[in-house]
């Protein structure tokens, strides 16, 4: 995985809570084209695996980055519950949750660790974010706004299957951004 995309999620070193990272400093980067800050409840993986290579390392691009607070460090992550003593060592680090990675043969990788939460793609930029990911990692020019989709509130709610709630409730929910909500585990 360092080789295709720069780093991985690794179990019992990576962490998984839920929390609401604020993405509100992007870089410059096609894949920032046109997306305004934004902040979605889910399942937000952080302290990935990264290559320890400095040939491999220059090689990484960090898009999404926020910094945890010391109550998501603490946990519970969704599994195991943690916390770990080099998470909460690294008290007051960003983290990375998106990144690109160029590979020396010219292929491209790309890693996103959100996502776990539909309703969360009502999100305009966090939608346009991983819409743009796809243009750039197929080597297509994303537009200068980026992309631009129709995607609608009730378009989310189409074919999704009938489900209760999650370990014997319903989940609450939190608004964001846009408007919809996030379902919490």
């Given at each position: 995985?360092?080789?295709?995309i720069?780093g991985?999620?690794?179990?019992?070193?990576?962490v998984?809570p839920?929390?609401?990272p604020p993405?509100?400093?992007?870089?410059?980067?096609?894949?920032?084209?046109?997306?305004?800050?934004?902040?979605?409840?889910?399942?937000?993986?952080?302290?990935?695996?990264?290559?320890?290579?400095?040939a491999?390392?220059?090689?990484?691009?960090?898009?999404?980055?926020?910094?945890?607070?010391?109550?998501?460090?603490?946990?519970?992550?969704?599994?195991?519950?943690?916390?770990?003593?080099?998470?909460?060592?690294?008290s007051?680090?960003?983290?990375?949750?998106?990144?690109?990675f160029?590979?020396?043969d010219?292929?491209?990788?790309?890693g996103?660790?959100?996502?776990h939460?539909?309703?969360?793609?009502?999100?305009v930029?966090?939608?346009?974010?991983?819409l743009?990911?796809?243009?750039?990692?197929a080597?297509?020019?994303?537009?200068?706004?980026g992309?631009?989709?129709?995607?609608?509130?009730?378009?989310?709610?189409?074919?999704?299957?009938q489900k209760?709630?999650?370990?014997?409730?319903?989940?609450?929910a939190?608004?964001i951004?846009?408007?919809?909500?996030?379902?919490?585990r």
């Open positions: 995985m360092h080789r295709w720069g991985f999620y690794e179990d019992h070193y990576s998984n839920m929390w609401k993405f509100d400093k992007l870089p410059n980067h096609p894949i920032t084209r046109g997306v305004g800050p934004f902040a979605t409840y889910d399942e937000w993986y952080f302290s990935m695996r990264w290559s320890t290579d400095p491999v390392q220059k090689r990484v691009t960090p898009i999404l980055v926020a910094t945890p607070s010391d109550e998501v460090r603490h946990g519970p992550y969704v599994s195991p519950k943690g916390p770990y003593d080099h998470i909460i060592a690294a007051g680090q960003q983290e990375s949750m998106m990144w690109v160029e590979r020396p010219g292929g491209r990788g790309l996103f660790t959100g996502g939460t539909h309703a969360n793609w009502g999100d930029n966090q939608r346009r974010i991983f743009n990911g796809l243009l750039w990692l080597k297509v020019d994303v537009p200068a706004t992309v631009v989709d129709h995607i609608t509130a009730e378009d989310l709610t189409q074919n999704l299957d209760g709630g999650r370990r014997g409730g319903a989940p609450d939190e608004p951004a846009s408007g919809t909500a996030t379902s919490r």
